[in-house]
């Protein structure tokens, strides 16, 4: 139950509802609990009027003063004074009308607690979820790479369900359950206190069974949802992967792996809903007794004492245990429902309470950047692999120059543009963008101002207009089209049934690999920073739409500071430097012209280059 704490503050929130909700589970409670003395009150007249024409002697003359509620002895007052003038039969069709009203009112207010209550849930529904989602996006790349997408949808969608339940139909039921008991025990033991002892005899019983039965649901819930998460990671991943497992012809082998993880989902979901279905018949048991006890022992008192219990109170006792039938079976129900929120809540906070490594200082520094880049001494290994990525790395670019960099696979390129976009913090040393430290400055604004094509291409499932104009809050038709002209792909997609209304699907599966490349390039462009990065973004493009590209870039990066981290040599863009990375450090750098000379890696790795591309024509 402590889990549950953090869903409190939504009911503070919601107030106002929560309250009126309580309110209106008390008045319909209210009008249910009249039934059972208007219909005690009903069968006395009866025992009364029976005697009457069999000429036998009754002593149920005091049942009508007995104590009712203040709404009843009304009923009862305003009915004495006409039943002279009617016959019984009236008294029976006012008592019929009567009852028919208080379940009309009863239903009315039922309607508007639900309407109060089970809104509210709603309402916490839609706002937790965009708790968890926005604390999502505060956390850093490194939570990703060791979280899986399928766990973090399953908590999103099926934890955050569970715990609607609870702050809807489990409160709304615990509530409309406290009144219903709290009423009827009142005026059950208002009637007769030892009769009221004897029928509430095996609710001790039904307690121990309902702790013992949810403290093992509480258990099992838990195993539950891991496995759900675990069943869901699959499915995500052999969808995702689906082109995959295709070309290797692994669909067996993925079914068989999916099969294993829903066996063992569906043997612990069966096994819990055997437990579960011991508590519905024991308390149909338990609330059967009860009224067999009524009857049986009611019957004796009234043997004995007619003039203390009557035929209208054992009535009574009877509606009053079958009043309480739904609500008491429901507690199980309840707490079985409060225990799966609870299990999923702490799933929940396991994430709400998660810090991200990466984030604002308390008054970070708002800078409009020129381009003016410095890493000092900048030592990072990256975290959970022990990948010693950069060692002792200085680098000055100043604003406006080009840099290319290059370097064998696992070198350390693309932690350059990590760490400049804040995906991650040095261990030591510093970054400085225009003199500033990037981790003095405010995150989004330093991301804003830089645009960066990542190596692994990802679209959205939208509209090609959609992806391009996605750094954006507004861009034109021409800003868009634009952006593609340079990234050499307006041709293609005008070429298109949909034109630049194409649906990509997910990850931009309908495209090419080439084409996925040139619209994120194209995404780049149209924000117009002053830094761009680029991170083997035309490694999927043939030679002649890489020179292509390569034309355009070199005028649209004018002026601007442009980091260019590649596997191919671009001897036609005249770079002001080159870098050639090794084991986290930089071996050799300097001109194209310069670098040649000297015959080291960059030089072996142009004549490659070179001799292939002789090959090829």
């Known amino acids: 139950m402590k889990h549950l704490r953090a869903v409190h503050k939504y009911f503070r929130k919601y107030k106002g509802r929560f309250l009126l909700g309580i309110l209106f589970v008390i008045i319909s409670n209210y009008f249910g609990i009249l039934a059972p003395q208007v219909t005690g009150y009903v069968m006395d007249k009866v025992q009364v009027k029976v005697a009457e024409l069999t000429g036998e002697e009754t002593n149920n003359k005091k049942s009508v003063t007995k104590e009712y509620d203040p709404l009843v002895k009304v009923f009862i007052r305003e009915v004495e004074q006409r039943i002279h003038r009617h016959d019984f039969a ?5 008592c019929g009308i009567t009852l028919l009203v208080l379940a009309l009112l009863r239903g009315l207010f039922m309607f508007f607690m639900r309407q109060t209550l089970i809104v509210m849930s709603r309402f916490i529904e839609y706002d937790q979820k965009n708790e968890i989602y926005l604390h999502y996006q505060r956390l850093d790349t490194d939570f990703y790479k060791t979280h899986s997408t399928g766990d ?28 219903l008991i709290g009423f009827s025990l009142f005026y059950m033991f208002q009637k007769n206190w030892e009769l009221t002892l004897y029928v509430l005899a095996p609710l001790p019983l039904l307690a121990v069974t309902i702790y013992i039965v949810n403290t093992v649901i509480h258990k099992k819930s ?27 012809v692994q669909e067996k082998n993925m079914e068989l792996f999916f099969e294993q993880n829903s066996e063992a989902y569906k043997k612990s979901a069966v096994n819990l809903a055997k437990i579960e279905a011991i508590y519905f018949p024991s308390i149909g048991l338990l609330i059967g007794l009860s009224t067999l006890l009524t009857i049986m022992i009611g019957g004796l008192y009234h043997i004995r004492n007619p003039e203390e219990i009557t035929i209208g109170t054992i009535a009574e006792f009877v509606v009053y245990i079958n009043m309480l ?22 799933r929940l906070n396991e994430f709400l309470h998660t810090v991200p490594g990466i984030k604002n200082i308390a008054v970070p520094e708002r800078v409009s950047l020129k381009g003016n880049i410095e890493f000092r001494q900048v030592e ?44 991650y913090d040095p261990e030591k040393g510093d970054i400085l963008l225009d003199g500033v430290p990037v981790d003095h400055m405010d995150m989004r604004e330093v991301r804003r101002q830089i645009s960066y094509v ?19 809050d507004e ?10 002209r340079h990234a050499s792909i307006d041709r293609e997609i005008m070429r298109f049934p949909e034109g630049y209304n194409t649906l990509v699907g997910e990850r931009g599966v309908t495209l090419s690999g080439g084409q996925k490349q040139r619209i994120s390039i194209a995404r780049a462009m149209i924000k117009d920073p002053g830094i761009v990065i680029f991170d083997d973004c035309l490694s999927a493009v043939d030679a002649r ?10 005028d649209y990066l004018e002026n601007k500071t442009a980091i260019i981290i590649t596997h191919r040599i671009f001897s036609l863009f005249n770079f002001d430097r080159i870098l050639v990375m090794e084991d986290g450090k930089i071996v050799e750098q300097g001109s194209h012209e310069e670098l040649l000379p000297l015959n080291g890696y960059y030089a072996e790795m142009y004549r490659k280059q070179q001799e292939q591309e002789a090959g090829e024509d």
């Open 90 to 94: 009236w008294l029976v069709m006012a």
């Open 152 to 179: 973090l949808m399953s908590r999103m969608a099926e934890d955050v369900s569970r715990v609607r339940m609870y702050t809807g139909p489990a409160m709304m039921y615990l509530i409309n359950l406290v009144a």
């Open 222 to 248: 838990e195993n539950i949802q891991a496995q759900l998460s675990s069943l869901t990671t699959n499915a995500q991943e052999s969808y995702s992967g689906i082109r995959v497992i295709k070309s290797f």
């Open 325 to 346: 039938t739904f609500p008491v079976s429901s507690i199980g129900w309840v707490a079985s429902m409060i225990q799966r929120a609870s299990a999923s809540q702490k």
């Open 380 to 423: 990072f290994t990256y975290p959970h692999t022990g990948i010693r990525a950069l060692k002792n790395f200085n680098l000055t670019i100043p604003a406006g120059h080009k840099v290319a960099v290059i370097g064998k696979t696992g070198s350390g390129k693309s932690t350059i543009a990590q760490l400049l976009l804040r995906m």
């Open 454 to 472: 990542p190596q692994d291409v990802f679209l959205f499932s939208d509209t090609i207009t959609g992806n391009i104009r996605f750094g954006l």
């Open 475 to 484: 861009a034109s038709d021409d800003m868009v089209r634009s952006a593609a």
């Open 545 to 554: 739409t890489e020179k292509e590209i390569i034309g355009h870039l070199y």
